[in-house]
Nanobody, 113 residues
Framework: VQLVESGGGLVLPGGSLRLSCAAS??????YGWYRQAPGKQRELVAD???????NYADSVKGRFTISRDNAKKTVYLQMNSLKPEDTAVYYC??????????WGQGTQVTVSP
């Protein structure tokens, strides 16, 4: 299984970024995005099931949107109205049809004036 993340970077407060995670090597039934800020534990940001049901952390509801393209085996995280506290390394997470789980390499998101 390979996960290739892209889309991180430096953005001003109030700005937007879109993260992408392209998966290959298996059949994937669920995708998620997690983040880890310096000195903090990794936390769930959002996830999306095989049926398209979504779940968001309270801190990002109304600002972030997770979506998936099944044909491309790709999951996206559209992040709007970014705040400095959103600064973290963002990790893609997938669960396969045989219930194994994998992590991406992480992409840095920095929100700063």
């Amino acid at each position: 299984v390979q996960l290739v993340e892209s889309g991180g970077g430096l953005v001003l407060p109030g700005g937007s970024l879109r993260l992408s995670c392209a998966a290959s090597g298996s059949i994937f039934i669920a995708y998620g995005w997690y983040r880890q800020a310096p000195g903090k534990q990794r936390e769930l940001v959002a996830d999306i099931s095989s049926g398209g049901s979504t779940n968001y952390a309270d801190s990002v509801k109304g600002r972030f949107t997770i979506s998936r393209d099944n044909a491309k085996k790709t999951v996206y995280l559209q992040m709007n109205s970014l705040k400095p506290e959103d600064t973290a390394v963002y990790y893609c997470h997938v669960r396969t049809i045989i219930n194994t789980m994998y992590w991406g390499q992480g992409t840095q998101v920095t929100v700063s004036p």
